[in-house]
């Protein structure tokens, strides 16, 4: 068995890795500069200190009857203590000191001429020793001669080299506070990162609703996106439950109709068929309807001109099978020519709602009536005879599962699908005192196509 370790992939080493190359490389390149011109400026420094005894060469030259640098020949005795060469125009050896030939240091001129393009400083090695040269070029009747003085170089090189260590050291040191400083940046600036992942684990065990809003700006986009997905969603989801919990009390009452059908004696079985068959149709309808809803909400079911009254007509029926021991009265004032704004499915949730909570809490009258207030708005009244609705839960029985008689049976979601209905459709819904003694629900819709 072969066992292989495959490292994970991480931002922060990415950063962190990316980062100390790029403080490396600028940190060893500034160091190298620095070294680099300290070297040239201690050069400089050694050169003008040869400069400002460039009288006394010439002196020495002159004690020997020699015009400096251009007559000088190799054997003549030019008494100096320095180590000196003499070239021509093509870095010829013309003259070595007496003190250069006594260190074996031969061939200086053309040495020099292999290095003579590179930047300073300018070292010449013999037998393992190096050298410092200094160059001094002088044109004679269009000759140009070169003077050569050489330096030993082991002092200047040993204060280079410690210079060097130095500056090194010092870098060392700086790259160290650096990579704290990046540890402690990429940690620092890691942290929100790690926040989101700990309130996203809270949002998958259902302990938070929602991100927080105190992210770095860098963030905050991303998690105003997170929480608006998030809103979508819980939408989504309540949209869906209501949607279910609305089929489900849609169907309710259909199913009690058909169970008030096949129960009633004086309906024959064709009668009886024709009846069932109609109910199961409407279920059928009602469930396209709020499967539809669920999936666009109900902002985005299409508007349409629908006539209430054979709905309505046909409600009553079913709903007089279901209360048949009331003897309910339902009186219907609707015209033939008067439409509402709504699909077919609205209208059987809305006067399906409507005239189910009536029958429930009417003695025995029910009245419904739609009129056209103005060429702008439609008017829906359904009244009973029932106790009425008191003051203090008129507001609330709209909300879901709130019930005005918590003795009776129901979910309390029927006027909350009502309002949530007429709410989309931009309009509004009343309740008031009947005239015949019960709650009147009055609602208010207008006759455009037009959505809120």
Not at 119 to 141: H, R, W
Not at 252 to 267: E, F, Q, V, Y
């Amino acid at each position: 068995m072969r066992l292989t370790v495959r490292p994970q992939k991480r931002l922060l080493t990415r950063m962190f890795v990316t980062s100390l190359c790029i403080i490396t490389l600028v940190g060893f390149g500034l160091a190298w500069l620095i070294n680099l011109l300290h070297a040239q400026n201690r050069y400089s420094q050694t050169t003008s200190a040869l400069i400002a005894k460039l009288p006394i060469i010439a002196a020495e030259f002159r004690e020997n009857n020699l015009i400096p640098i251009t007559q000088a020949r190799e054997g003549d005795d030019v008494d100096t203590q320095y180590i000196m060469a003499t070239c021509n125009s093509h870095y010829e050896s013309l003259w070595r000191s007496d003190y250069a030939m006594s260190l074996n240091l031969n061939k200086i001129c053309e040495q020099y001429q292999s290095i003579k393009d590179d930047l300073p400083p300018f070292y010449l090695s013999f037998s393992n020793q190096s050298y410092l040269a200094y160059l001094l070029s002088i044109d004679v009747e269009a000759d140009m001669y070169h003077l050569l003085i050489l330096q030993d170089a082991s002092a200047l090189k040993a204060e280079l080299s410690q210079f060097n260590r130095l500056t090194y050291f010092r870098l060392a040191i700086v790259l160290l506070i650096a990579l704290l400083l990046l540890i402690s940046a990429a940690y620092w600036g890691m942290r929100p990162l790690a926040q989101l992942q700990q309130e996203l684990t809270l949002l998958q065990r259902g302990q938070k609703n929602s991100l927080s809003q105190d992210y770095p700006v860098e963030l905050q986009g991303i998690t105003k996106a997170l929480n608006q997905l998030l809103n979508q969603s819980d939408a989504r989801q309540t949209r869906y439950q209501n949607a279910m919990n609305d089929l489900a009390h849609s169907l309710k009452t259909r199913l009690a109709a058909s169970i008030a059908i096949i129960d009633d004696p004086n309906i024959n079985p064709q009668q009886q068929n024709t009846k069932i068959l109609e109910q199961i149709n409407d279920m059928d309808h009602l469930v396209k309807y709020q499967l539809k809803r669920a999936m666009l909400g109900q902002q985005g079911l299409h508007l349409q001109q629908t006539q209430p009254l054979p709905i309505v007509k046909s409600l009553t029926q079913m709903l007089e099978k279901i209360y048949q021991h009331k003897n309910i009265n339902i009186l219907i004032n609707i015209t033939d020519d008067i439409e509402l704004p709504l699909s077919k499915g609205d209208i059987m949730e809305l006067f399906g709602n409507l005239l189910e909570n009536a029958c429930r809490f009417c003695i025995n009258q029910i009245s419904v009536k739609v009129q056209r207030v103005n060429d702008n708005q439609i008017q829906i009244c359904v009244e009973d005879d029932g106790p009425g609705i008191a003051d203090d839960i008129k507001q609330k029985i709209i909300q879901r599962g709130i019930r005005a008689d918590t003795q009776s049976p129901g979910q309390g979601i029927g006027l909350a699908v009502c309002h949530e209905l007429i709410s989309s459709y931009g309009g509004t819904m009343a309740i008031n005192t009947s005239s015949l003694g019960g709650a009147a629900f009055v609602i208010q819709l207008p006759a455009s196509h037009h959505k809120s």
